[in-house]
């Protein structure tokens, strides 16, 4: 399995931004989806962008136009900048670890221990 770090969570208010950042550590790092994912209580695990190896960026609907996902396969990092950020972003984030070249709308088996975001005034 590819072990994953996530960081940069932390409490901000409403409108604010905030860059959240994971580390892969692992072999063909480049050839898996990497995506981040986050669940809020009471709350299924929700996908939140996907960059695959190949084929185009994913968002979903609340995070098109406010998130940007990013991948440096060099140092096998993953970020997720986040703008205008609401109360209902509020949520554990998660990176994960795919073994497939494209996205396939389910995350693979390998998950970070997640970081804390909460939007609050």
């Known amino acids: 399995q590819v072990h994953i770090v996530e960081s940069g969570g932390d409490l901000v208010q409403p409108g604010g931004s905030l860059t959240l950042s994971c580390t892969f550590s692992?072999?063909?790092?480049?050839?898996?989806?990497l995506a981040w994912y986050r669940q809020a209580p009471g709350n299924q695990r929700e996908l939140v962008a996907a960059?695959?190896?190949?084929?185009?960026?994913e968002y979903a609907d609340f995070a098109k136009g406010r998130f940007t996902i990013s991948r440096n396969n060099a140092k096998s990092t993953l970020t997720l900048q986040m703008n205008s950020l609401r109360p209902e972003d509020t949520a554990v984030y998660y990176c994960?670890?795919?073994?497939?070249?494209?996205?396939?709308?389910?995350?693979?088996?390998?998950w970070g221990q997640g970081t804390q975001v909460t939007v609050s005034s």
């Open positions: 994960n670890a795919d073994r497939s070249l494209t996205y396939e709308n389910h995350p693979g088996d390998s």
């Open positions: 692992g072999d063909f790092i480049r050839q898996y989806t």
């Open positions: 960059v695959p190896s190949i084929g185009n960026h």
